[in-house]
């Protein structure tokens, strides 16, 4: 083998990588290599901040168009009043109501279904009111069993001077209580304080909101057929204290208590059904 030299030769440089393969070794790629940006991967542009509502403006859309559907549910709700008053419970038709209202059958189907679907809501909506004037005219009272034995004498009277009422709530039976109703918004927590207090048995809540408002249907049924004695009114309210362990002579005290007077202002609901019924002969 041939020696090499003393000093040898520098070993031959690396090859300067062309600007074809720069690239791939860290350098930027050259401008005629770089691939056009597909565009799907293009970034969505932003609406601009004009065309976003503000939250507040979007809550105002949803409680505006909320209070539309309410308006018009209680257009046909006070429109079936007025057919209920001229035809009957028996002799209405889908038709009256709308023709009543002013609306398309579409419009009529967009909140109910039937007839009694109608009679049902109006019921709820005379039953909900009256509770409302009930619950007024006992303030001042804390007592629960004796707002529970003023409350009732109060609504069983209320069927004797509004017998349409006393109609309405005979045709719906139990669905003129149903859950979404104020007696249970009302009931229960007199109840509650009753059974907490010692004025009243413990007994399940549901089995006492059962008792109560099964018993307060019929008294609203019969008193609204006048067919009901005199007494009648505080009878039924003695034997539902008895029924609910309120001892004898705290009943006795309790049904010797003569209501509040109940003042319902003539645009009530209560009062614009039984003129309507009244002038029509009902």
């Known amino acids: 083998m041939r020696r090499a030299r003393r000093g040898g030769c520098a070993p031959p440089s690396a090859p300067r990588p062309s600007p074809a393969t720069a690239w791939t070794l860290g350098g930027p790629a050259p401008p005629d290599m770089v691939a056009p940006m597909c565009p799907m991967d293009s970034p969505s542009p932003k609406p601009p901040l004009s065309a976003v509502p503000p939250p507040q403006v979007v809550d105002h859309r949803v409680r505006t168009a909320a209070r539309r559907r309410a308006n018009m549910r209680n257009r046909l709700i006070e429109s ?15 038709d009256d109501v709308i023709r009543a209202a002013g609306v398309s059958r579409g419009t009529f189907y967009k909140y109910f279904v039937s007839v009694r679907e109608v ?24 007592a629960p069993d004796a707002r529970l034995a003023l409350g009732t004498r109060l609504i069983i009277n209320a069927a004797g001077d509004f017998p349409l009422f006393a109609r309405f709530t005979q045709a719906a039976g139990l669905e003129a209580a149903g859950p979404n109703t104020l007696i249970y ?3 229960p927590s007199h109840l509650e304080d009753g059974m907490r207090q010692g004025a009243f048995a413990r007994m399940p809540l549901a089995v006492a909101l059962d008792f109560i408002t099964g018993a ?24 539902l204290l008895r029924g609910l362990g309120v001892p004898a002579a705290r009943v006795e005290t309790l049904c010797a208590l003569e209501p509040p007077d109940m003042h319902l202002p003539p645009e009530s609901l209560l009062a614009r059904a039984e003129i309507r019924a009244r002038d029509l002969g009902r």
């Open 185 to 187: 918004t009302y009931l």
């Open 80 to 94: 079936a009043l007025i057919v209920f008053a001229e035809k009957g419970l028996d002799g209405t038709v889908i």
């Open 216 to 239: 307060v249907i019929i008294a609203i049924t019969r008193a609204g057929g006048h067919d009901a004695a005199a007494a009648y009114p505080r009878d039924m309210v003695r034997n």
């Open 119 to 142: 009679m049902v809501a109006l019921s709820a909506e005379l039953c909900d009111e009256l509770l409302g004037f009930v619950d007024e005219s006992l303030t001042g009272i804390e």
